[in-house]
């Protein structure tokens, strides 16, 4: 018995070697000054210079085999071939937090030029995103951000405002000139994206322009393909007079559209929002829903890979105000923060919707 | 219990009086833990030759910090399983303390004292589990599946889904950085310090040696002077202490505390230390064996990925070399004791 306490205390005393080893007493969250070496040197940008054929451009999406990443990741592949670059796919079987880091640190053991990346953790991937950089590696980040101080760019799907403008504009168009009364049928009441969403729509709806419109409740069908349903049917049954169920979530756009379909209000009430092609296809084809938008994921990963390519050339180095070409997308200007936004969210009609398939 | 003693000896007992030295290398050189060795010995030259980027100084920086949370935690866990018990709740334990990390900073205590506190974090997980199979005297298996959820259930409890990443830039830069700069990461020295003491207890002193006689036959160690439960209450404790010591490590090396962090690790150790020719029946192992079972899985993977090798196709070649650690021991001592008998009963005909 002697003898297993010393056990304890060989193990104890390792740990007590690693609180020692870096002693500078008292470091806490207040006197803690992180500086970070996420500063990278970077040379002045070169708008002129031409884009390096041969780039190696990976993507290290959250994980693999996710539909919508694979569009998104699909979209960068169709530029670096358009770039005349090495594309590469990398990633995890599952979105944990730290699973990626191994993956970032055989992208620098493979010397790439540029990593696109949709960050896990805002902050896990941060040390090894530093050394990707240290070692003249491009990191755009796109999706979800890592921390600004370890990516070069960022490519934002869509701002807030562009998606509240945009889910009022659509209101409006599908009520008529006319206006009348219609309903939002949002994801669960505390839902983040959503609710910004719908508080820009409101404030779009005090202009004028809107003054016909009139919200009469905003109702939660928890992002639950039954409960939005039901939502819907208690939307009309509340409201006969709605013309117009606004749903910025998918599972919701899905629902009330199939409640509409099926019912005697077809061709009456309209169904907008943002929804996924491939799920919203039917009920365009049969005329429930004549418009509904969602930015185009194939375009984020042509965006990245584009802005990656112009980096690793020198074209850009991720300051605000710099302009770029990205091929078929045109123009960009690198806003605040490194961040490059996509654009106005893409609207699907069924003129279009066909060419969509996500 | 025979039978379990039978398959546990390092050494053929009954083989021993006829040439009991050159049996004895002989039977050295083709267990499980040398030719885990020498396999891995084998994996890092051929990989450093025919993949490219795989030798270079800064892979072996990245090798090392992905098999840290790894080695550390087989180090006791090897002791667990020679016992013949299990801790499956360590990577959960790890996630509690991680979570605790987090929260800890956040009150605006300083890192001096929370790394201590989490590491007694740690042991006080090691405490609940040691005190439920001990002194209650209930199956590990059950105990530590049970408090893998719940150790995880409370570092949910206590950071949520949220993340703290503010650590101070001196103690994440450690971990991940290398001496001066170099090609040695700083936390070789831990590995090497840790693995030495482990070492050296396991099998070089009595306390050490008395694990396998409880893997063995619990039974006859207890009426040998063993005290059973007692060693393997304070095994416990050292293996929540480590797992607490790694959630520090690990929330430095991510600069990210969460809770989900390290899920699922318990099963990458289970693998190591099996793969590293330790019984999970108990009563067989050694420390050198596991650790190459670390290397060997580490190096492949990094290798596998060097190449371009999917995360799915990973995952097989994996799980196929711990099915084989698993199956060619048991394979190699049935033909051998089969072998065996025909020898006797041919000696007895004649």
């Known amino acids: 018995m002697l003898r297993s306490p010393r056990t304890l205390l060989s193990v104890t005393s390792a740990a007590l070697l690693v609180a020692g080893l870096a002693a500078c007493g008292g470091t806490t969250k207040d006197s803690n000054t992180n500086s970070g070496s996420g500063t990278q040197a970077s040379a002045a940008a070169d708008p002129n210079a031409a884009v390096k054929e041969g780039l190696k451009i990976a993507f290290l999406p959250k994980q693999l085999n996710n539909p919508y990443s694979d569009v998104e990741t699909g979209g960068g592949k169709v530029a670096v071939d358009e770039l005349k670059g090495e594309y590469k796919l990398v990633g995890p079987n599952d979105a944990s937090a730290s699973s990626q880091v191994s993956y970032i640190n055989t992208l620098i053991q493979q010397q790439q030029d540029v990593i696109v990346v949709a960050a896990n953790d805002p902050n896990a991937v941060c040390p090894s995103l530093n050394q990707a950089r240290a070692a003249k590696i491009k990191v755009i980040t796109f999706d979800s951000d890592a921390s600004k101080d370890c990516r070069d760019a960022f490519i934002n799907q869509a701002t807030t405002e562009g998606i509240g403008q945009s889910l009022a504009k659509m209101a409006l168009e599908q009520a008529g000139s006319d206006g009348g009364e219609i309903a939002v049928l949002s994801a669960t009441p505390n839902a983040t994206n959503q609710n910004s969403w719908i508080e820009v729509m409101k404030t779009e709806l005090k202009k004028p322009e809107y003054a016909k419109l009139k919200l009469v409740k905003v109702a939660y069908g928890n992002d639950d393909d039954q409960k939005s349903f039901q939502e819907a049917q208690g939307l009309l049954q509340s409201y006969p007079n709605l013309k117009v169920i606004v749903a910025p979530t998918t599972v919701g756009i899905a629902a009330g559209a199939r409640y509409i379909s099926s019912s005697s209000y077809k061709g009456k009430v309209a169904v907008t929002g943002l929804g996924l092609p491939n799920q919203m296809r039917e009920y365009v084809k049969d005329g429930t829903v004549t418009k509904f938008a969602l930015w185009n994921p194939a375009d984020i990963g042509y965006l990245a890979a584009f802005a990656g390519a112009a980096m690793a050339s020198g074209q850009i180095t991720g300051a605000e105000g710099e302009k770029f070409k990205a091929g078929k997308l045109g123009e960009y200007t690198i806003g605040k923060d490194g961040e490059i936004v996509l654009g106005p969210p893409t609207e699907f009609t069924k003129d279009n919707i066909d060419q969509f398939n996500f | ?350």
């Open chain 2, 1 to 350: 219990m025979s039978d379990t003693l039978q398959k546990s000896s390092d050494i053929d007992l009954d083989k021993r009086p006829e040439n009991g030295r050159a049996t004895a290398i002989k039977s050295r050189l083709t267990s499980w833990d040398s030719i885990i060795l020498v396999l891995t010995v084998l994996v890092l030259i051929v990989a450093s030759f025919s993949v490219e980027n795989f030798g270079t100084s800064r892979n072996f920086t990245f090798m090392v910090l992905d098999l840290l949370p790894i080695i550390l935690i087989a180090l006791p866990m090897t002791m667990i399983i020679v016992t013949g018990e299990i801790d499956l709740s360590v990577a959960s334990t790890l996630g509690l303390t991680s979570s605790m990390m987090g929260w800890l900073w956040n009150q605006g205590l300083s890192i001096e004292t929370i790394i201590p506190l989490c590491v007694v974090i740690g042991a006080i997980c090691g405490v609940v589990n040691g005190f439920l199979i001990t002194g209650l005297g209930l199956p590990s298996l059950a105990v530590t599946i049970g408090t893998l959820a719940l150790y995880r259930g409370l570092a949910f409890v206590v950071l949520g889904d949220g993340a703290v990443a503010d650590f101070p830039w001196n103690y994440t830069g450690w971990v991940t950085g290398t001496i001066g700069g170099g090609a040695v990461p700083n936390v070789l020295i831990l590995i090497v310090v840790l693995a030495l003491i482990f070492g050296i207890v396991q099998h070089a002193t009595p306390f050490g040696r008395s694990l396998y006689a409880i893997g063995a036959n619990a039974q006859a160690a207890h009426f040998s002077g063993i005290r059973v439960a007692r060693t393997k209450f304070w095994l416990y404790v050292v293996s929540g202490a480590v797992a607490g010591l790694v959630g520090v490590l690990w929330t430095l090396r991510y600069s990210s505390a969460r809770a989900d962090n390290g899920s699922g690790l318990e099963l990458a150790v289970v693998a190591a230390v099996l793969l590293g020719g330790v019984s999970i029946f108990g009563g067989k192992g050694s420390l050198p064996g596991v650790l190459a079972g670390v290397v060997l899985l580490t190096a492949l993977q990094n290798a596998l990925r060097l190449e371009d090798v999917s995360g799915q196709a990973l995952n097989i070649v994996t799980g196929s070399l711990l099915v084989l650690s698993v199956l060619l021991p048991n394979i190699t001592t049935a033909v051998r004791g089969n072998y065996h008998r025909r020898r006797l009963r041919q000696a007895a005909s004649r």
